[in-house]
């Protein structure tokens, strides 16, 4: 089984930024594809961005492309969301997902293909 942790959220101002760390431990964390999710209240989990196991593929969601960037440094078992120029509709408890399941060369944006979840750390944007 794949643990995974989340941390970094937290109060920002709109227009500021934040980074979002995921640890994993457990079964070996190069052969996993990534992804950040995020579910605002009384909204569906939504994706917002996914990382294939070696980091040459990325895929994020339109609202936020250009603003939020992932990364994974597979030596630390940790990925990343760098996330700038944040929104109030940014607000959202975001996860960490992986995909211990079968390795896709394209990450999935699917929240099915995500068999492994982090317990969410809570991002606020104020306006």
């Known amino acids: 089984q794949v643990q995974l942790v989340e941390s970094g959220g937290g109060l920002v101002q709109a227009g500021g930024s934040l980074r979002l760390s995921c640890a994993a431990s457990g079964r070996t964390f190069s052969s996993y594809a990534m992804a950040w999710f995020r579910q605002a209240p009384g909204k569906e989990r939504e994706f917002v961005a996914a990382i294939s196991w070696s980091g040459g593929s990325t895929d994020y969601a339109h609202s936020v492309k250009g603003r939020f960037t992932i990364s994974r440094d597979n030596a630390k078992n940790t990925v990343y969301l760098q996330m700038n120029s944040l929104k109030p509709e940014d607000t959202a408890v975001y996860y960490c997902?992986?995909?211990?399941?079968?390795?896709?060369?394209?990450?999935?944006?699917?929240?099915?293909?995500?068999?492994?979840w982090g317990q969410g750390t809570q991002v606020t944007v104020s306006s």
């Open positions: 997902a992986a995909n211990t399941l079968f390795t896709p060369v394209v990450p999935s944006t699917q929240e099915a293909d995500y068999n492994s």
